[in-house]
């Protein structure tokens, strides 16, 4: 989630699809355990290959995302039940704390 907030903190408001079409905020959408969004995916998906810049806004006024808004202005570190995790600098991915690369991608822990 820090991850996520990170990027999105610093997505402007006019490139919310854009922010949208990324492969990681989708992932991260699909496999949030905080919130469901995965009823939302047809509905993200769709509006980022029409470019439809009007169901990308009313998603982004849906309650739902309104909640994660609410979550992500919260300045606490959401971690796994182990207690820690890393942010891959390079893909993004949240590693478990025991990994010394990525699972992702192989980037080395910073």
């Known amino acids: ?10 997505q402007p408001d006019e490139y919310f699809l854009e922010s949208l079409s990324d492969i990681n905020v989708l992932f991260f959408l699909y496999t949030n355990d905080t919130l469901s969004f995965q009823d939302n995916l047809v509905e993200i998906c ?22 994660l808004e609410q979550i992500l202005a ?13 942010s891959c600098s390079i893909c993004t991915l949240i590693n478990e704390s025991d990994k010394t690369v990525c699972e992702a991608c192989g980037t080395p822990k910073s």
Do not use: H
């Open 74 to 86: 919260v300045d606490t570190v959401l971690t796994t039940s182990n207690g820690s995790t890393w």
């Open 46 to 67: 769709s509006a980022i290959v029409k470019v439809d810049r009007e169901a990308a806004q009313a998603f982004k006024e849906s309650p739902t995302w309104a909640t």
């Open 1 to 10: 989630m820090e991850v996520f907030k990170k990027y999105y903190r610093v």
